[in-house]
């Protein structure tokens, strides 16, 4: 049965998405805040999110941002009421596998659901996974499987600040840091060094990151992660 989250936070139009898929065969739950929909993230695995734009601790496409920042490939249905091109293009480009204005019919977004799903991996999307060492003179991240990525020597530091917090969050400003030639943190370089590290292991090794996003906070490992070397 695929799982669905629903984070909407008008209570009456969550209720009957979370009713409606439900009876259409979906393991349904809901959220009506970013911080519960981050909550519901870390807890557990969903094989599609419903996102709404207007949420009353944040805004939707930082939401987006998040999800897809933090390497879960679960599929993003967004849902709102604001029909301009131009929030469509965002979200699209943000990251979203699809984009419905809330005058959609409930089977419309059925069927768009299900469009979405069909896109999705196979394998389970918040997939736990350990096995990962880091050989930091090699400047090589092994997989579990034994594929590897050859990292620079920014992405080691990075990924090396993670594997020695032990699973704490390292803050941003400590990473934007690390990371930069020139000592000055800039973390706009730091997320773009993380989509980049996040696309390269992905690619080298066929597993999802072990990165993971603390929603404005910092960066995390997300399995216990040997270092050698």
């Not at 969050?169 to 000055?184: F, H, K, M, N, Y």
């Not at 773009?192 to 990151?209: M, N, P, Q, Y």
Request: aromatic share 6%; glycine share 10%.
């Amino acid at each position: 049965m695929e799982r669905v989250l629903v984070v909407e936070d008008e209570p009456t139009l969550r209720a009957d998405l979370i009713d409606y898929l439900a009876a259409k065969g979906f393991a349904t739950d809901g959220a009506a805040s970013v911080a519960e929909t981050c909550a519901r993230l870390d807890a557990q695995a969903f094989d599609a999110v419903i996102l709404d734009i207007g949420l009353p601790d944040g805004d939707g496409f930082d939401l987006l941002s998040h999800i897809r920042g933090s390497g879960l490939t679960c599929g993003v249905l967004m849902l709102t009421s604001f029909g301009d091109p131009d929030f469509r293009v965002k979200g699209l480009d943000g990251g979203a596998d699809a984009y419905l204005v809330k005058k959609a019919t409930l089977r419309e977004i059925e069927a768009t659901l299900r469009s979405v799903l069909r896109r999705q991996p196979a394998h389970p999307l918040a997939e736990r996974i350990s096995g990962w060492s880091l050989d930091r003179v090699e400047w090589l991240l092994t997989a579990p499987n034994g594929a590897f990525a050859k990292l620079t020597s920014s992405e080691v530091k990075f990924v090396l600040a993670l594997a020695e917090s032990g699973g704490d969050v390292c803050p941003r400003e400590q990473l934007a840091r690390i990371t930069s030639r020139s000592g000055v943190a800039d973390e706009r370089n730091l997320d773009a060094l993380v989509r980049r590290l996040r696309r390269k292991i992905e690619e080298a090794t066929g597993f999802e990151t072990p990165i993971k996003v603390a929603y404005g906070s910092g960066y995390a490992c997300s399995t216990t992660l040997r270092v050698v070397g």
